[in-house]
């Protein structure tokens, strides 16, 4: 039986969260013998959203295809970038017209994979139809591809779960996104599909969902708008491993893994917590290269 594994990377969140994919994503790659990796890059700059820059280095870092959500379009700059570049997703129940595309077909020494990135509605925005969307675009995709990854991006675990149930034995791969905290509910069901309800979040886990402590807390207690900046303590990486029978298309395992790292001991965190030799790893983003200095607003996280 031939495995094909994949390692997504949940929700890369700030500078934090990037330098910690930069340092890991070769390491993990490397200790769960991953052929795939995909990342969530939708909170990359700052919290909201991804530049063109920022992509394309974290490209870089060892990652194949990026995923995203309702931040996509909080830099103005990815407009163009999203049309040109493939391998960056947006939710593709965006209404027609929009940029990007939402589905990647990708070749793998011979293996197709399929991934297919989609949003929900419940306490979002009111785009089409993410269940008759997959419906269509599956169809289409299960043609071209055994494997197939979803990335739905969702605030409700209900609206989740019941879309589990919709592409139970359909697709490889059911992983959610948005909340930046990971469930402990990780299954692969009799049919074949992985799933679990939010894969959690790559950044400063002492913060409120990646956010400082303060002014969230302070727009909780007032209901007056405040500047939103991340966090930088308690900085880890997070996801899952999902591994796949190359022939059929099935799950056979789905993996939660979260690992601390710390910018002033990069290779320490590698070398202890994957128990690998010293190696080099892509270069993280420069202290020059601050989140402040990305115009952060004050925008819902």
């Given at each position: 039986?031939?495995?094909?594994t994949i390692l997504f990377i949940a929700d890369i969140c700030g500078k934090a969260g990037r330098q910690a994919t930069a340092h890991l994503?070769?390491?993990?790659?490397?200790?769960?013998?991953?052929?795939?990796?995909?990342?969530?890059?939708?909170?990359?700059?700052?919290?909201?959203?991804?530049?063109?820059?920022?992509?394309?280095?974290?490209?870089?870092?060892?990652?194949?295809?990026?995923?995203?959500?309702?931040?996509?379009?909080?830099?103005?700059?990815?407009?163009?970038?999203?049309?040109?570049?493939?391998?960056?997703?947006?939710?593709?129940?965006?209404?027609?017209?929009?940029?990007?595309?939402?589905?990647?077909?990708?070749?793998?020494?011979?293996?197709?994979?399929?991934?297919?990135?989609?949003?929900?509605?419940?306490?979002?925005?009111?785009?089409?139809?993410?269940?008759?969307?997959?419906?269509?675009?599956?169809?289409?995709?299960?043609?071209?591809?055994?494997?197939?990854?979803?990335?739905?991006?969702?605030?409700?675990?209900?609206?989740?779960?019941?879309?589990?149930?919709?592409?139970?034995?359909?697709?490889?791969?059911?992983?959610?996104?948005?909340?930046?905290?990971?469930?402990?509910?990780?299954?692969?069901?009799?049919?074949?599909?992985?799933?679990?309800?939010?894969?959690?979040?790559?950044?400063?886990?002492?913060?409120?969902?990646?956010?400082?402590?303060?002014?969230?807390?302070?727009?909780?207690?007032?209901?007056?708008?405040?500047?939103?900046?991340?966090?930088?303590?308690?900085?880890?990486?997070?996801?899952?491993?999902?591994?796949?029978?190359?022939?059929?298309?099935?799950?056979?395992?789905?993996?939660?893994?979260?690992?601390?790292?710390?910018?002033?001991?990069?290779?320490?965190?590698?070398?202890?917590?994957?128990?690998?030799?010293?190696?080099?790893?892509?270069?993280?983003?420069?202290?020059?290269?601050?989140?402040?200095?990305?115009?952060?607003?004050?925008?819902?996280?």
């Open positions: 039986m031939s495995v094909f994503t070769i390491p993990l790659k490397e200790k769960y013998a991953a052929d795939y990796v995909i990342a969530n890059v939708e909170n990359s700059a700052g919290g909201f959203g991804v530049t063109p820059e920022m992509s394309q280095k974290i490209f870089t870092y060892g990652v194949d295809l990026q995923t995203s959500g309702n931040h996509i379009w909080d830099r103005v700059d990815i407009l163009e970038y999203i049309a040109q570049e493939p391998r960056l997703l947006r939710p593709d129940n965006y209404p027609h017209g929009v940029p990007g595309s939402g589905v990647f077909v990708d070749h793998v020494d011979g293996v197709k994979i399929g991934v297919l990135n989609l949003m929900g509605r419940t306490y979002m925005a009111d785009i089409d139809c993410p269940f008759k969307k997959a419906s269509r675009q599956l169809a289409a995709m299960s043609e071209q591809a055994k494997i197939i990854f979803v990335d739905f991006h969702a605030e409700a675990t209900s609206e989740k779960q019941a879309m589990m149930y919709h592409l139970n034995g359909k697709v490889s791969a059911l992983i959610g996104t948005h909340t930046h905290v990971p469930t402990a509910d990780e299954k692969v069901t009799s049919r074949g599909t992985a799933y679990i309800s939010d894969a959690g979040m790559t950044g400063p886990y002492d913060s409120v969902i990646g956010m400082e402590v303060g002014p969230s807390l302070g727009r909780f207690m007032t209901g007056m708008p405040k500047r939103f900046t991340t966090a930088k303590n308690d900085v880890k990486i997070a996801g899952v491993i999902v591994r796949v029978e190359t022939e059929t298309g099935r799950a056979i395992s789905i993996e939660r893994y979260q690992f601390g790292f710390d910018i002033e001991d990069a290779e320490g965190s590698r070398d202890a917590i994957f128990k690998r030799d010293k190696s080099e790893s892509p270069d993280a983003d420069s202290e020059n290269d601050n989140d402040n200095d990305i115009a952060e607003k004050a925008s819902e996280a």
